[in-house]
């Protein structure tokens, strides 16, 4: 289920402030075999021993990727020949679909179908899913929307009651990672046992 040959899970923090988040999403993405990136500035050091205890034993298992800015992080994407918003984006010699996940979007993340563009390829095509969270004071600036529209990104929130303004980070982003991997899951069994493979 995490170990998928033509399925790479992404988990990208933008500016993340509180140590303990980021440490906990850590511990996560070992768990769900993901890869975490940073974008830098941070509001911590990574060696601080809150994000040390939060991530336990687990930092020299993560697949960890670190960006000093906004600008650095998106220059891993090839965009240039992608003129339509319905094209995958390239990172690497794969495709790449992203979502961000904010309060103020209007689309629910259990509503979408994350592997929409996948299906219409052949199995063993390989995709890599970015599921991006904001910091806990600032959420997604300006200027990381503006890359952002450049990658055909596609905005989602996490419902909850009107008296809340926001969840907590890391339980944002293991919401979000399970709805993706469950969904995975979905799409692997349902392209197998539609083809008889």
Request: aromatic share 16%.
């Amino acid at each position: 289920m995490f170990d998928l040959d033509f399925i790479s899970y992404n988990i990208v923090l933008v500016n993340p402030d509180i140590p303990q988040n980021t440490g906990n999403i850590a511990r996560l993405c070992v768990g769900i075999n993901a890869c975490l990136h940073l974008i830098h500035p941070l509001g911590f050091s990574l060696e601080s021993k809150f994000a040390k205890r939060a991530g336990l034993d687990y930092w020299d298992k993560l697949k960890l990727a670190e960006y000093k800015n906004i600008n650095d992080f998106f220059t891993i994407f090839d965009s240039r020949n992608t003129t339509k918003s319905n094209e995958a984006i390239i990172y690497g010699n794969k495709k790449s679909l992203h979502f961000a996940f904010s309060s103020k979007s209007n689309s629910i993340y259990f509503n979408h179908d994350f592997f929409a563009k996948q299906k219409l390829c052949s199995l063993g095509e390989h995709f890599c899913y970015f599921l991006y969270f904001g910091s806990e004071t600032n959420g997604l600036s300006s200027l990381f929307e503006s890359y952002f529209a450049d990658i055909n990104g596609v905005y989602l929130t996490i419902p909850m009651s009107d008296d809340c303004r926001c969840l907590n980070l890391s339980n944002a982003v293991s919401i979000a990672s399970y709805e993706l991997i469950r969904q995975s899951h979905l799409y692997v069994v349902n392209y197998y046992n539609s083809n008889n493979v």
